[in-house]
């Protein structure tokens, strides 16, 4: 077993079972691709097992913090049946559910989301793709399912020194899928689709949102960064009369015009604007539009802290807008999932956008992912996803 040795004083976040060391805190040692390794601490007490990435500033990745514990297939068998486990106790109003969570299931790089009869997994790490093979097949033997398909192509991999790779690793077939959430159908293509084909840590912002839009008698929606329009269908399910939705990507907005329809709702309450968000919401403004209820679901503006700064400056600009179109009394949906900007900055940001449109609100909620994608209390970077819904107070 090669050994890696941390800087003296390095050894303290593994102490604390946070999973990550970074190149600049090993003092010694180094292995292949993805192979495990012992990570002890400077006078070598016994810190951790761990994955070993030689090309990415988080060198290790720890896979355990006991020391009887052996890295083989029987130790990821149980970490995938211990996730199952979990998930099979939450209440997902799904047929599609995020079964394996990365870090905070114990198996960092690899997540894995069941839509249906089909998974659809990401092996984002160079221990994960080492073990990737007896990962596949342990992960139909515990769903009982006989297909699996590779969604790898995410720019994280090649911070680890990993090619894209996309396609069937188990079985095969269609990549068109239909799913049921809450009183809905939605349909994805894991081959082509955002992430493994879709964005299931929305799934209880969304029955929030058409909660929310019942409840407040909301008929007037704009959802920005559509995609393929869950948010819209949870207006229209929580009877808005007009929806308006706005992305960039045309396929994206054929599909969300098809979810309207498949939902049974008149395709007439129904817009699709296939153009720039910012530019619409000026446009808006211009021609003195004005909605009940607003969805700012943006892309990834910050993927690391030192894009902080600019990513800042994109958010408040779309929120300051927003507000502007905003009714008195009307709620705003606003979120961010980049990692680069915590809780309370994205809610100073927002009160900026606030101050700067010269108008207040009061926080209803604060929302994050669904509960089948956690975070642990020992690894907070887990926490990407974080929204505010805001209702703005009358003139």
């Known amino acids: 077993m090669k050994v890696i040795t941390l800087r003296e004083g390095k050894e303290r976040s593994l102490l604390r079972r946070h999973p990550w060391v970074f190149q600049g805190s090993i003092a010694r040692g180094g292995a292949d691709a993805g192979e495990t390794v012992k990570v002890v601490s400077a006078d070598e007490r016994f810190l951790a097992w761990a994955a070993y990435s030689p090309t990415s500033m988080i060198r290790v990745r720890a896979w355990s913090f006991d020391e009887a514990e052996r890295i083989d297939a029987a130790f990821f068998e149980r970490r995938i049946r211990q996730a199952l486990a979990v998930r099979a106790r939450l209440p997902v109003a799904s047929d599609a559910v995020r079964l394996i969570h990365g870090e905070a299931d114990g198996l960092p790089g690899l997540i894995v989301d069941r839509y249906g009869d089909t998974l659809s997994a990401q092996f984002l790490s160079a221990g994960t793709e080492r073990w990737k093979a007896t990962l596949a097949d342990l992960l139909l033997q515990a769903t009982g399912l006989t297909r699996l398909y590779e969604r790898s192509d995410s720019g994280v991999r090649a911070l680890e ?159 300051r807008l927003a507000f502007k179109l905003l009714e008195p009394g009307g709620a705003l949906f606003t979120f961010s999932c980049s990692g680069g900007i915590g809780n309370e900055l994205f809610h100073k940001i927002v009160a900026g956008a606030g101050m700067d449109a010269g108008v207040d609100g009061l926080i209803y909620a604060h929302l994050g992912a669904a509960p089948d994608h956690p975070m642990t209390i020992n690894f907070p970077e887990g926490e990407y996803l974080k929204g505010l819904v805001i209702l703005k107070s009358a003139a």
């Open 161 to 319: 020194g990993l090619a894209p790779v996309s396609g069937w690793l188990r079985g095969g077939g269609p990549t068109e899928l239909s799913i049921r959430e809450h009183d809905w159908r939605l349909t994805l293509d894991v081959a082509e689709g955002h992430k493994t084909g879709f964005y299931l840590d929305q799934r209880d912002n969304r029955k929030l949102f058409a909660d929310t839009v019942k409840h407040f008698g909301f008929q007037r929606v704009l959802n920005c960064y559509c995609y393929t329009g869950g948010f819209s269908v949870a207006a229209l399910a929580g009877g808005a009369e007009q929806v308006v939705s706005v992305d960039s990507s045309g396929p994206a907005l054929e599909r969300a015009r098809a979810h309207v329809e498949l939902n049974g709702f008149d395709p007439a309450r129904h817009e699709a604007l296939d153009a720039d968000v910012n530019e619409t919401l000026r446009r808006c403004i211009k021609e003195g539009r004005r909605f009940d209820a607003i969805v700012l679901d943006p892309p990834k503006f910050a993927p690391t802290a030192s894009h902080a700064e600019r990513a800042a400056r994109a958010y408040k600009d779309i929120n």
